[in-house]
């Protein structure tokens, strides 16, 4: 006979108000367009720039998946002002880039101090960021909509919850008309410990986003996607969109791909076999090296996004008198 195994119950788990925390990354420390930064240089931030522009101006498309470090090392301005320039077209994170920009949004403030709130079980237990973000997410996915427009929504009708809506990454994409969307692996994100979290909602709001995300890929062709610091989640991503894509008749060969990392590679396009460490790095298979193995080229940035992201900004950007 069929027993169905005992469950924790998540509804006695204790929040606290993020009020109260202690946040290392802030609005007044985030990085802007002025700032003075170390120049990245090398031949592959030349051929991305390159392959950005010829993008631009011959109206293909560029998409990026970034990790949450993007967010947490303060430059949301830099993603922001590459979306407005219409340098890339759509972004897309997981589930922890969509928290620190929600949290940055209403806080002005995110990323706690990790080590020393798992020893008492605080860490993540923010009563505001997991009430407001899966009513927002509950909320929009009975609208059908996805798990990015469904915080645009919920913010965009509650301007005074959220003073800092400027600096916003998903708000300010949605917008200009573009995308954010996000793809969630269910346990991984401190909303998913809140008593009210979803996870019909959350699965679904980010599958919903995976269409999204995919759709925007069949652009590419004669285009770019990067993918900056997501090591696992923006590579699986990618490469089951593309997979869609292909398998619909969209063949998308003649495209620019390129992973940002600190990982060394060393040549990142010899062979690697099972007993290779740099076999199991996703984004060489999945970003750099599958992808263009019939055309295209996979470039790795290595380097730490705090150069190459103002690096390739700057590059790319017209300048404003």
């Given amino acids: 006979m069929f027993k169905v195994p005992e469950r924790l119950d998540f509804n006695k788990t204790k929040c606290f108000s993020v009020k109260e925390r202690h946040n290392l990354v802030r609005i007044d420390n985030m990085a802007r ?23 631009k101006e011959t109206g293909a498309k560029a998409t990026c998946f970034f990790g949450a470090h993007v967010i947490k090392c303060g430059l949301s301005r830099y993603i922001i002002a590459m979306l407005e320039q219409g340098i890339i077209d759509s972004v897309a994170s997981n589930g922890a880039g969509s928290i620190h920009d ?24 923010w ?12 909320e929009g996915y009975k609208k059908g909509m996805g798990y990015g427009q469904a915080l645009f929504e919920y913010a965009r009708k509650s301007p005074s919850k959220f003073p800092y ?17 996000y793809h969630v692996t ?4 401190i909303i998913h410990q809140h008593p009210s979290a ?39 991503v990618f490469l089951k969109a593309l997979s869609i894509n292909r398998n619909q008749g969209n063949t998308l060969f003649k495209i620019t791909t390129a992973n940002f990392d600190i990982v060394p590679l060393g040549d990142y396009r010899s062979k690697v076999t099972y007993d290779d460490f740099e076999y199991y ?31 390739l900004y700057n590059r790319t950007a017209v300048k404003r008198a």
């Avoid at 996870?199 to 599958?207: E, N």
């Avoid at 790095?281 to 103002?310: A, D, F, Q």
Wanted: contains cysteine; negative net charge.
């Fill in 102 to 125: 929600f949290e940055l949004a209403y806080l002005g403030g995110t990323s706690e101090d990790v080590p020393t709130a798992i020893e008492d079980g605080s860490f993540g237990m």
């Fill in 165 to 181: 809506l400027q600096d916003c990454v998903f708000y300010r994409a949605y917008e200009m008309g573009k995308s954010a969307t």
């Fill in 33 to 55: 367009l002025d700032d003075p930064y170390v120049e990245f240089k090398g031949k592959e931030m030349d051929l991305l720039a390159a392959a950005l522009l010829k993008a």
């Fill in 198 to 236: 979803d996870f019909a909602a959350l699965g679904g709001a980010s599958g919903a986003d995976f269409a999204v995300f995919t759709k925007n890929l069949s652009g590419i062709e004669n285009g770019v996607h990067m993918n900056i610091g997501s090591s696992v989640t923006g590579p699986e």
């Fill in 127 to 138: 009563e505001e960021t997991g009430a407001w973000m899966n009513e927002a997410i509950k």
């Fill in 281 to 311: 790095y996703r984004p060489r298979k999945n970003v750099i090296n599958r992808p263009t193995s019939r055309g295209g080229l996979g470039l790795y940035l290595e380097g730490k996004h705090e150069t190459t992201i103002p690096t």
């Fill in 186 to 189: 269910i346990g991984t994100d």
